[in-house]
Structures are given as structure tokens and as C-alpha cells.
């Protein structure tokens, strides 16, 4: 029995999971996300969570059984809490903006990189160097992140980049003279 499968999904106060068809609708108080429900998997709404349980155990409806109870619990976080990725800029000259609704980068390229977020997705920027980005869909505010840390990856010389907070760059010595 997968362990994370057979862990119900509990649903805090205001939070509604309805299944119709092969899709579950989690309405909460900052939205309304839907999560698919592969063949297999049933669920099991009551009051105050929400039980998953497989049809057989075979392999690939056991890996649905975790998945599905993982993304199911990711939207009911999304829906109360909400998810939120920060990152930081390292480098001289390295500096970013909000301009309206779009990001405005300057990563020691000859033009600035303007990037405007999907629908769903906030973005602040709360110092020079420190970006922040909100959403309700936890896959949707990680892939934000990620294409604003492509535009300009960490290097391992010199640390300049774009990185998560937190995250720690490996270090290389480069060349040394004699």
C-alpha cells in the first residue's frame, strides 16, 4: 500500500472538493483549482477530507494512487494558503524592476529581458535583487521560477546569476597563476 496514498487529505475550514468525471474541483478562498484522477483511482469526499483508494495493485495504478493524493493535497494548499517561490539576482549590475504587470531584467546582457507571468501568477519585487513569486498552482509558480532563473543560471566561479533563495552554488577555483 503506498504511504502517501493511503494518508487522507485533510480540508481546512472553507474548502470544497467535488469529483466530476475524471477531475477533482478543490474550490477555496483564494480560488479554484482542478486536479485529474487517472482510471483506478477513486475518491472518497466527506466533511472534512478526502480518502483515495486503488482498484488494483498494479504497478502503474499504484504510482497513481501517490501522485494523485500528492496533487490533490498540493491544491487544497494552494487554494487556502497559496504557494510562493522566492529568488535572489548576484552579480554587479544585476538588478530587476516591476514595469506594470511585467518583470524587467538586467542580467549583464546588451538589452533588458521583459517577462510577463500567466494568469495566476504574482510577482514582486521587493529589492533590486530579491524577487518574489506567488500563485495558487504549486507546478505553475515552480515553472515561473525556473524560467526566470534560465535567463541567467548561477555560475560556479563567481556566484553571479539568478538563484532560489536559499540555494547553495557549488564553488570551483578556477585558474590560479604562479
Not at 63 to 81: D, I, K, Q, S
Request: aromatic fraction near 4%; charge should be positive; proline fraction near 4%.
Amino acid at each position: 500500500m503506498s504511504r502517501i496514498g493511503k494518508k487522507p487529505v485533510t480540508l481546512p475550514k472553507g474548502v470544497k472538493v467535488t469529483v466530476t468525471g475524471s477531475e477533482a474541483v478543490v474550490e477555496g478562498a483564494k480560488g479554484k483549482l482542478t486536479c485529474p484522477i487517472p482510471a483506478g483511482i477513486t475518491l472518497d469526499v466527506q466533511a472534512d477530507s478526502v480518502n483515495l483508494t486503488r482498484a488494483n495493485d498494479e504497478a502503474q495504478t499504484r504510482a497513481y494512487h501517490g501522485l494523485t493524493r500528492a496533487l490533490l493535497g498540493n491544491a487544497v494548499t494552494g487554494v487556502t494558503e497559496g504557494w510562493k517561490k522566492e529568488l535572489d539576482i548576484v552579480g554587479v549590475g544585476y538588478k530587476a524592476a516591476m514595469d506594470g504587470a511585467k518583470l524587467n531584467l538586467e542580467l549583464g546582457y546588451s538589452h533588458p529581458i521583459k517577462y510577463e507571468a500567466p494568469a495566476g501568477i504574482q510577482m514582486a519585487v521587493e529589492k533590486t535583487t530579491h524577487i518574489v513569486v506567488t500563485g495558487i498552482d504549486r507546478q505553475l509558480v515552480g515553472q515561473v521560477a525556473a524560467d526566470i532563473r534560465k535567463f541567467r543560471k548561477p555560475e560556479p566561479y563567481k556566484g553571479k546569476g539568478v538563484m532560489y533563495t536559499g540555494e547553495v552554488i557549488r564553488r570551483k577555483a578556477g585558474k590560479t597563476g604562479k
